[in-house]
């Protein structure tokens, strides 16, 4: 029970049921999308920018509360970084926001909306992606 | 007046077989409602296995010696019991695989590769597991062969009706159809498709992962060609899983694997084949899972499963009610009466995911996914259910439990 109440602690379930950042960005600078074919979680993520700068990053998707809060967290911990920085944003940074003890399949559902924010940035600003993911072009988390 | 004595099963006495239960799960007895994904083991099989380990065990078909000979018996009985249990006319007839997806992808390269090309159709049905679906989209591909899905009405059944239509692209060869649809529990009306497939010259095959553990089989009544099950969701271990197909058939058709054992005489010039069923053997086969095979098959047979399967009429008749009463519950497919002890559903703002997690805080194992079933999942119109499946040894008071369970959920996402 105490272990349930940590999964679904109260901050998760209220990123879901009201997810910030959610919806479109008319004119993206940088988009992708990606999904977790197992569970089928999917998230979509539109990057406006300013200069260098995170102006805006909305996302879109269905799927579990995990998935779903966890990027939606994210939308807040990005605006105003640079795209470099977030290329690099380790996933730890986000799982410590999550901050929920997670099995290796949920992990996968927590760190979906961080891959295809990378994955949209290299699209859109050339960063880097994490080795395994190279010539990529929509994200699947096996 | 004719008195029928319809033998109930004890589904408590037999839980008592089962040591997976005997261990709490999160503090509370497990109530595995998971059993189409697999099946527990009963101690019959347990030590089955492991007496034969320790009397019994040698390479089969190979040894001269005394523990060689016990072995091969071991094996061919095991061969001999799955035999019966399908009604088949002979043993050659009853090939080892290491699980139904072999046995469906035997069947899809040994004759699907000689027989397919142009202008034929493979038709399989919207419901069929990926294992029973990617082999022939694939083979049909790659043969230049139509390939196309029997579609199913709103209810989850097949929509015979829409053969006519289907028939009209090509000359129907291959018809391949599981017995029970492994995410809705729908039961097809196999001998019915095996007698139109035959008046136009196809063949018919039939994926019986899902019902061989759960009702009576005979390959006889349901006029097909070929039949594949597995032996882990039927109380035997994994790695061993069975094809059976018609003698005229296995024996014109090509080898699937070669090697060892599958063999007659090997020259360099040319190689003769084995007669059936070791043709289609090749190498060391999965010995002592087809003697935990043969076991679970004599347990199955004791029990009864003709109980069995009134058993799981049962609860899902009382899990269909029970699930009903929760509000925002979808369930998918035909009414209870007309399916077997699968139950799918989803729950109003809930994924899959967080409801078996949820549930499983109570010691209730569900599935939660697309069950490979992603074609079944489109044509509903979502990407995922939750799925609670019933045996031998599941009790009413175990779907009170899920549906306990569901309210919690339903609660903590209010
Ligand atoms: C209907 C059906 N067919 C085939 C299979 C494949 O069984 P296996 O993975 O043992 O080959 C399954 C099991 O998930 C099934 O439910």
Redesign the pocket.
Known sequence: MSELDSLYREVILDHYKNPRGHGLIDTPDAEAEGQNPLCGDEVSIAVAFEGDTIADVKFQGRGCAISQAATSMLMDMVKGRTAQEVATMSREELLDEVGIPLTPVRLKCALLGLGVLKLALHKGRGTPLPEEWAGVDELELR | MAVTTEAKLDARRLRADFPIFEQPIHGKPLAYLDS???SQKPRQVLDTVRDFYETSYANVHRAVYELGLRSDAAFDGAREKARVFVNAETTGEVIFT???????NLVAYAWGLDNLGPGDLVLVTEL?????FVPWQFIAERKGADFAAIPIDSGGELRLEALDELEARGRVRLVAC?L???SLGTVNPVAELAAWAHERGAIMVV?A??AAPHRPLNVQALGCDFL?F????MCAP?GI?VLWGRRELLERMSPFELGGEMIRKVTVERTTWNDLPHKFEAGTPPIAQAVGLGAAIDYLTETGLEAIERHEAELTAYAWGRLSEVPGLTLYGPPPDRRAGIVSFNLEGIHPHDVAQIVDSEGVAVRAGH??NQPLMTRLGINATTRASFYLYTLPEEIDRLVDGLHKARKLFG
């Open positions: 189409a994904n697999s290491r699980n139904a997806t072999e046995g469906l069929e597991h990926h294992s029973n599981g029970v649809s492994n994926d992962a899902q594949a597995t032996g882990h969701k994994s899983g069950h490979c």
